[in-house]
């Protein structure tokens, strides 16, 4: 009996020092460390992938107006830099003075294609140049000329949305409306009518586009414009540009990065 109480004491033994070796074998192969970097690997990848933005248009695009030189557009990346937490790169393409025309011929350009190709927002003002051209009223003007020029308009909007989306079919643009700088004037409420037509054949056109929005601003200015328009009387100051980053970037979701 006691021989065979001696030999069950010493297997058990070893079977215990036998299970411990091969636990202190597998963590040691094993470590938490290791097993959490092969399972979010592809999670840290798209973490840390940069989030690019494209603005193209005109002066407000710029922040033409704004005394801190962000605009709309500086103040969106802003925003979206806090809520992603990820590096956010931004192409300005924006230019002063700049019409429909101009930037059609501006997207056919290989270099803003490339840009173009690489981003995953593109934000767009445009049109209002060619709507209050020298900053008249629009009852300076012959309204069978504004009629030609809102056919021009179009035209031109369809001919950039096709060619940023031969660069890119995947980013979502963002195009922003008109707002009536003159609304307070004597005939404010004739040319508010124009604005809000433009406005919605541009709305019209974009529609034809996938993953196209088209971001409305007239009403941010229509109750108290000149508290939001800079000394020119034309231009957003730095609160008008704050209304219109305020309606444009919570449309920028988490989703459109990860494409």
Do not use: C
């Amino acid at each position: 009996m006691k021989i065979v109480t001696i030999l069950s004491i010493l297997f058990g033994v070893l079977w215990l020092f036998g299970f411990g070796w091969a636990v202190q074998d597998y963590y040691g192969d094993h470590s938490e460390g290791e097993i959490e970097n092969k399972d979010t690997s592809h999670v840290q990848e798209m973490d840390n992938r940069e989030f690019t933005i494209v603005a193209l248009g005109d002066s407000l695009t710029r922040g033409t107006g704004d005394e801190t030189g962000k605009g709309y557009v500086g103040l969106v990346t802003e925003d979206i830099q806090d809520r992603f937490e990820n590096e956010v790169t931004l192409q300005n393409l924006g230019i002063n003075g700049q019409t429909s025309g101009e930037l059609r011929e501006q997207v056919k350009q290989s270099e803003v294609q490339r840009q173009l190709a690489a981003s995953d927002t593109i934000l767009i003002t445009i049109g209002g140049n060619d709507l209050f051209q020298g900053g008249q009223t629009l009852m300076d003007r012959n309204p069978n000329e504004i009629g030609k020029y809102q056919s021009e308009y179009v035209r031109n909007l369809h001919s950039i949305f096709t060619d940023i989306r031969k660069a890119n079919s995947e980013a979502t643009i963002f195009y922003l409306g008109l707002y009536n700088p003159f609304i307070e004037l004597e005939d404010g409420s004739e040319t508010s009518k124009v604005v809000r037509e433009w406005n919605y054949q541009g709305e019209a056109a974009s529609s034809s586009f996938p993953k196209t929005v088209f971001v409305p601003t007239f009403d941010l200015f229509q109750l108290s414009v000149n508290d939001y328009l800079y000394t020119d009387k034309f231009h957003p100051n730095q609160e008008g540009y704050r209304l219109i980053s305020e309606r444009v970037a919570p449309l920028i979701k988490w989703e459109e990065k990860q494409q």
